[in-house]
C-alpha cells in the first residue's frame, strides 16, 4: 500500500535533502558534528513525560541505516556504499495537522502519512501504520504497517531505532540513527570537505555547505548518492540550488590524494575517464 510520489521529481534522487524539501520542511541547520556517526545523532525532540508511550513527536526528524553511515565515512565512496549497504533514509516531519513519512534508497522515493503508533506484542516493540493518505475514515485495508522497536535513553528520548523497513530493506531490522543535521551536510564533511592544492600549487576547495572552488571556476555542488547515475563516484552540481548547472566532476580517494577526473557521458549512467586530472593533497 505504498505510494511512490510524483512529488519527488524524477524518481533518480541524489540527495535527501533535496527529498526533504518536498515536504515544505526546512532542513536543520548546519552544526559541528562529531566523526563517529553514532555521535552524530542529536536528537530535538522534546522527551516524552509517558516513557512507555510512544508519539509521533517522538520520532520526527531523519533517520539512517547506521551500517550505510559507518560504511560512507570509511570508504568516501558513496556509489561505492550504496552498493555494499542498505542505504535507506526515513524523514518523519510535522506538516501542519499530518506526519507524513519519506523514505528513500537515494533512487526512489515512497511518500505516506503515518497515521498512528501502535503497541506491538513484545516490549520496546512498535509500528507505524501508515496510509497513501491522511483523511478521516480511513480503514485497515488501506494501511500498512512499518514495525520498530527501540529503547529512550537517560533523557527519555530516541537515539537509535531497530526498523523494520518494508520497501527497500524487505523488512529486514536494520538499526537507525537520528541525524541531528541535514544528510547533505554530513555527506560533503564525510567524503570531500576540505581544502586541497595540486602538482603545480594551485587550491581547490570544497565546503560542507556546498561550495566548490576550483581554480578556473566555481559552482555549488552536492555528491551524487545514486549509484545509477555513474560507474564512477560524481560530484555534480546542486539541483536545487543551482540548477541550471552542468557541473559533472569524477572522484575517487588513493591513500591520502583526492583524484578528479572527467566525465563522459550526455546521460547516466557517466563514466570517468582513466586518467585524472587533478591530483590533489590536503593543505
Known amino acids: 500500500m505504498t505510494h511512490r510520489s510524483s512529488f519527488a521529481r524524477p ?14 520542511s526546512r532542513p536543520a541547520a548546519a552544526q559541528e558534528t562529531p566523526a563517529d556517526p553514532e555521535a552524530a545523532a542529536q536528537p530535538s525532540p522534546p522527551v516524552s513525560r509517558y516513557p512507555d508511550r510512544v508519539h509521533l513527536k517522538d520520532l520526527e526528524g531523519t533517520w539512517i541505516a547506521r551500517d550505510y553511515l559507518e560504511r560512507l565515512r570509511n570508504s568516501r565512496a558513496p556509489h561505492a556504499t550504496a552498493r555494499q549497504a542498505t542505504g535507506v533514509a526515513i524523514k518523519i516531519a510535522k506538516d501542519g ?20 503508533i501502535q503497541p506491538d506484542v513484545k516490549p520496546g516493540s512498535y509500528r507505524l501504520a501508515v496510509a497513501q493518505q491522511d483523511r478521516p475514515g480511513i480503514s485497515s485495508t488501506e494501511l500498512t504497517y512499518i514495525y520498530f522497536r527501540g529503547r529512550r535513553d537517560s533523557q527519555g528520548v530516541f537515539q537509535a531505532l531497530s526498523i523494520a523497513e518494508p520497501n527497500f530493506a524487505r523488512k529486514r531490522y536494520l538499526t537507525y540513527l537520528r541525524l541531528g543535521e541535514p544528510l547533505e551536510t554530513f555527506v560533503n564533511r564525510s567524503v570531500l570537505a576540505g581544502t586541497y592544492r595540486d602538482a603545480d600549487g594551485q587550491s581547490y ?18 555528491v551524487s548518492l545514486d549509484p545509477t547515475r555513474a560507474s564512477c563516484e560524481l560530484i555534480i552540481s546542486h539541483r536545487e540550488r543551482e540548477p541550471e548547472g552542468k557541473e559533472r566532476i ?7 590524494a583526492l ?16 586518467k585524472p586530472f587533478a591530483v590533489l593533497t590536503r593543505d
Open 11 to 24: 524518481l533518480l534522487v541524489a540527495s535527501f535533502l533535496a527529498l526533504v524539501a518536498l515536504l515544505g
Open 97 to 116: 495537522p499530518t506526519y507524513p513519512i519519506l523514505i528513500t534508497n537515494f533512487q526512489k522515493a515512497i511518500l505516506n502519512f503515518v497515521i498512528d
Open 205 to 222: 576547495e570544497f565546503t560542507e555547505a556546498g561550495d566548490a572552488v576550483l581554480p578556473d571556476r566555481r559552482f555549488l555542488y552536492e
Open 250 to 256: 569524477g572522484f575517487a580517494w588513493k591513500g591520502a
Open 259 to 274: 583524484h578528479l577526473f572527467e566525465v563522459t557521458g550526455k546521460k547516466p549512467p557517466y563514466r570517468c575517464k582513466g
